[in-house]
């Protein structure tokens, strides 16, 4: 526990005083921090303003308080942090070949890592994947998972009009070297609102096994880009194109724009669209989150299979 | 409200959508509209999330010293409306 909340607190009086520090804090608190953060509350430690902000948080996840995910941030640069669990020691192996091993000369020769699935997960603009940070790694076990968090450039778009390929190439070598440095094999992109097309972007650049996409925008500028890193792709199954990645893009079925930015992005990438019915709303794990339906589903849709059909009754759109 | 409030909180609302939009400025029409009143400026016509109203009103706070919380923006329909409380407030 590195939150020391009290001290951020400290001199706060106005509800929106407050309101600043919790979001501020949302955008990087993990659960074990949230966990530590009740426990205060249980001991009376806290002002009533955070006591209201806690039960809000609490509601939404049942498993957070009493077994958090025990992720640990680590931050890599402004726009970057990882959060992993700290690495477990390795057990030490006996085996009654041992010795018949050591006779013969041979040497064991371990893996030089034990990378577990990375997931790339893009912010929208409000520096967040829709919802509070917590929320997205309790949903994503912590020995199952590493997660790096990636935000767009401070106080701008991803891409910044002018300079979008200096940018884009800015942002996959932050990407890339994390990557490259943990030798990590399995990866996994999500992007949020203005966080999709940056995720698309990772995802055809590396060799990325899955992209999905919430409410995923893609604005026209950005079109020739995305062309030009799709052009040179295998074109297969009715001119679609095809890439070793898998791609989803999700949408609120009564979300025209989202609809059409989904489509766009389907364009470049193939993969499948799916439309969530009954949903308006452009924050779709926020609203999944609300809905009870987001921490069930959330860890297998990002390495499980993509049918969603039951939990989310999402249906396939045909292009 | 008189017409000189009305335009002394223009740059505050405007800096408050700013805010609420992740420091992206509204565009041009919706500027002029604000500096006219706000008058037909419906809340919901800003499509805000409950995280932008937030925004929005620390930016007030910030900008003014006026508590306007999103409890209060409940009760509120109207940009105009917005702009009245905030005079309302003491000491403005």
Redesign the interface.
């Given at each position: 526990m590195t939150l020391d909340y009290l001290s951020a607190a400290a001199g706060l009086k106005?509800?929106?005083?407050f309101?600043?520090l919790h979001?501020d804090l949302e955008r990087i608190m993990t659960p074990l921090e949230f966990s530590g953060l009740v426990a205060q509350a249980w001991a009376g430690e806290l002002p009533l303003k955070t006591l209201k902000w806690l039960q809000k948080l609490r509601r939404l996840s049942p498993t957070m308080e009493g077994a958090p995910q025990p992720y640990v941030a680590t931050e890599i640069c402004k726009r970057m942090t990882w959060y992993r669990a700290p690495s477990r020691k390795w057990k030490s192996v006996t085996t009654p070949l041992l010795p018949l091993i050591r006779a013969i000369g041979y040497r064991f020769s371990l893996p030089s890592t034990n990378q577990k699935p990375v997931l790339v997960a893009f912010c929208g603009?409000?520096?967040r994947v829709g919802l509070p940070l917590p929320f997205l790694l309790q949903a994503l076990p912590a020995d199952e998972w590493d997660v790096i968090k990636v935000t767009r450039i401070p106080?701008c778009h991803y891409l910044r009009p002018g300079s979008e390929a200096a940018d884009l190439d800015e942002l996959l070598t932050l990407v890339g070297t994390e990557l490259s440095r943990v030798a990590a094999t399995d990866v996994t992109c999500a992007g949020v609102s203005a966080g999709g097309a940056p995720a698309v972007f990772a995802a055809l650049h590396f060799d990325i096994r899955r992209c999905v996409t919430f409410g995923g925008g893609l604005s026209d500028d950005l079109m020739p880009l995305l062309t030009e890193l799709t052009a040179n792709q295998p074109t297969v199954n009715n001119n679609r194109k095809s890439f070793g990645t898998e791609f989803l893009h999700l949408h609120g079925a009564s979300n025209k724009l989202d609809q059409k930015h989904a489509h766009r992005l389907l364009s470049l990438s193939g993969g499948r669209v799916l439309a969530l019915p009954d949903m308006e709303?452009?924050?779709i794990p926020?609203t999944l989150l609300r809905q009870g339906r987001f921490n069930a589903k959330f860890n297998s849709l990002l390495h499980g299979d993509l049918s969603l059909g039951d939990e989310w009754q999402a249906a396939d759109v045909q292009t | 409200m008189d017409p000189v409030s009305q335009q002394l909180l223009s740059p505050v609302l405007i800096e408050a959508i700013t805010a609420a939009k992740a420091n992206f400025p509204p565009d041009d029409p919706l500027i002029a509209a604000i500096q006219q009143g706000g008058r037909d400026i419906k809340l919901t016509d800003l499509n805000f999330d409950s995280l932008a109203w937030m925004e929005f009103c620390i930016s007030v706070e910030l900008a003014t010293g006026a508590e306007l919380t999103p409890e209060h923006l409940e009760h509120l329909e109207t940009l105009s409306d917005v702009s009245t409380w905030i005079a309302a407030w003491p000491g403005q």
């Open positions: 106005t509800q929106n005083q309101n600043r979001i603009m409000a520096d106080g709303n452009h924050n926020y | -």
